[in-house]
Every structure is written in C-alpha cells, then in structure tokens.
T-cell receptor
Framework: EAGVAQSPRYKIIEKRQSVAFWCNPI?????LYWYQQILGQGPKLLIQ????????DSQLPKDRFSAERLKGVDSTLKIQPAKLEDSAVYLC?????????????FGPGTRLTVL | DAKTTQPTSMDCAEGRAANLPCNHS???????VYWYRQIHSQGPQYIIH???NNETNEMASLIITEDRKSSTLILPHATLRDTAVYYC???????????FGAGTTVTVRA
C-alpha cells in the first residue's frame, strides 16, 4: 500500500515570496491533516479536512496560509507571503476517518527554508 | 498546556530493552495514551495505543499504571534503527486531534 506522498521534499525561498506544498493521501482516506514542525518541536496541527470540508483550522494563520482539498483527495497548502518564522517542516497526514481511534499516517514532509 | 511529561533524552544499548516513561497525571477517563515515533527526516510513525489495559504489538509493549497517571513504552530489543524521537500523547477517544509535545530523543548505541 502506497503511503502519503508529499512534494516537494525541500524548498528554499526568500521572505515575502509565495510557496505551495502538495499532498496525496493514502487511497480511501477521508481525513487529511497538515502539520507544521519547527526545529526541535513536535508537530503542530494547522488544518484538518474531512473529505473536502474543513473540520478544524483554528491554528492556521489565515492572513498568510491557505489550504484546499479539491474533490476530497489531494490537498495543497499555500503560504503567501512567507515570513522567516515559517521555516519549518510541513507534514501531511491522512486517516480513514471512520471514528475516533483512527491511526494517522504521515508523509515524509516538506522542509521549507525562508531566507 | 502540556498533558504529558517525558524525559528529554535517553540512551540505551543495542539488543537491550528500552523503557520510555511518560507521565500524564491529569488524564481523563475517556482519554487514550498514544505513542508515535519520528526517525530523522521522516514523518511520525504510529507505534501503539491503550486505554487501561497493557497492550502489545509487533513493535512494542505499552504498560499503563492502574491509576492511569503514567505509562511506559517498552521496545523489547532495541536496534540502531529505533533511534528516534518518541512522543507520548493523550487523546480523547472521539477526537482526531494529536497534540505532540517535544518527546524523548532515544539514542540506541552499539
């Protein structure tokens, strides 16, 4: 079974530029998550989708971050404009979405460096 | 607000059991204990979870104290590939959210 795919794996941009990350979840998984992991810290949930609807985006900095999940499958996370403090690994995860004890499966992440 | 407390780091010898402690003194009756690990440059990986009873799978064992205020993850025969950051997380049974702390950095030495 293929895992969660993410691209690109690495991205370097200058502050005030825009960037987008892509995630393809495990086939059949209804729930998709984006996490931000700053160096030395655990991942922090940014947004959660159930199919193509947003369940929780309370931690998403909506003035600069946006995310969408078209057709309830792939998802993109965008930052516009980027700030230095956005340097982090952006992790995508997916789960079946059948109920509370769902196991979340994570992708390898995209490492973003903002100069 | 942290729900779990873990040591920052620990070492263990290859081939020996690694016992990773976690304190969760404010855990509620409907909260589960989950363990994930994150190997360098990879995303977190699910290990095991439990509510009250001890649990075992092919990766590890989870021992939860009777009062549920603490737990121990046991890697029975640690290998160099078990070197990772291990996260102990408490999670409400019907809540999808995983709240990661800083975890324990485990280094397995030959």
């Amino acid at each position: 079974e293929a895992g969660v795919a993410q691209s690109p794996r690495y991205k370097i941009i200058e502050k005030r530029q825009s960037v987008a990350f892509w995630c393809n979840p495990i086939s059949g998984h209804a729930t998709l998550y984006w996490y931000q992991q700053i160096l030395g810290q655990g991942p922090k949930l940014l947004i959660q989708f159930q199919n193509n609807g947003v369940v929780d985006d309370s931690q998403l900095p909506k003035d600069r971050f946006s995310a969408e999940r078209l057709k309830g499958v792939d998802s993109t996370l965008k930052i516009q404009p980027a700030k230095l403090e956005d340097s982090a690994v952006y992790l995508c995860a997916s789960s079946l979405g059948v109920g509370g004890l769902d196991t979340q499966y994570f992708g390898p992440g995209t490492r973003l460096t903002v100069l | 607000d942290a729900k779990t407390t873990q040591p920052t780091s620990m070492d263990c010898a290859e081939g020996r059991a690694a016992n990773l402690p976690c304190n969760h003194s404010t855990i509620s009756g409907n909260e589960y204990v989950y363990w994930y690990r994150q190997i360098h440059s990879q995303g977190p990986q699910y290990i095991i979870h439990g509510l009250k009873n001890n649990e075992t799978n092919e990766m590890a064992s989870l021992i939860i104290t009777e009062d549920r205020k603490s737990s121990t993850l046991i890697l029975p025969h640690a290998t160099l590939r078990d070197t990772a950051v291990y996260y102990c997380i408490v999670r409400v049974g019907n809540d999808y959210k995983l709240s990661f702390g800083a975890g324990t950095t485990v280094t397995v030495r030959a």
